[in-house]
């Protein structure tokens, strides 16, 4: 499974920025799609995750209420709707797919086996 994520770029505060990321290869209806990101200095954190055939949805709260995952099944691809941006959410954000169904276990890196290359989001003050 081969993973492109884009859409990132240079924004306000309180602007809107959607990220999308295009599956291709061996993809499968059972797969997680998983954004996480990671700031200058800081570890890859969780952001967001949704089970693929289902639809299921969720997020860490500090996102909530503001990103919206959600995913194409035409099109083999997942977006990240990011709204109200604040400066603390500027990171390189990736995108992952995992066989795996337990939550606890997708809010983690390890429970994915594919990754996107990462696409750069700065939230400017």
């Known amino acids: 499974v081969q993973l492109q994520a884009s859409g990132g770029g240079l924004v306000q505060a309180g602007d809107s920025l959607s990220l999308s990321c295009a599956a291709s290869?061996?993809?499968?209806?059972?797969?997680?799609m998983g954004w996480f990101r990671q700031a200058p200095g800081k570890e890859r954190e969780f952001v967001a995750i949704?089970?693929?055939?289902?639809?299921?949805?969720y997020y860490e709260d500090t996102v909530k209420g503001r990103f919206t995952i959600s995913r194409d099944n035409a099109k083999n691809t997942g977006y990240l709707q990011m709204n109200s941006l604040k400066p603390e959410d500027t990171a390189v954000y990736y995108c992952?797919?995992?066989?795996?169904?337990?939550?606890?276990?997708?809010?983690?890196?390890?429970?994915?086996?594919?990754w996107g290359q990462g696409t750069l989001v700065t939230v400017s003050s």
């Open positions: 290869g061996r993809t499968s209806s059972r797969y997680a």
């Open positions: 949704i089970f693929w055939r289902s639809g299921s949805a």
């Open positions: 992952a797919a995992g066989a795996g169904l337990i939550t606890s276990q997708l809010r983690r890196s390890s429970g994915y086996d594919y």
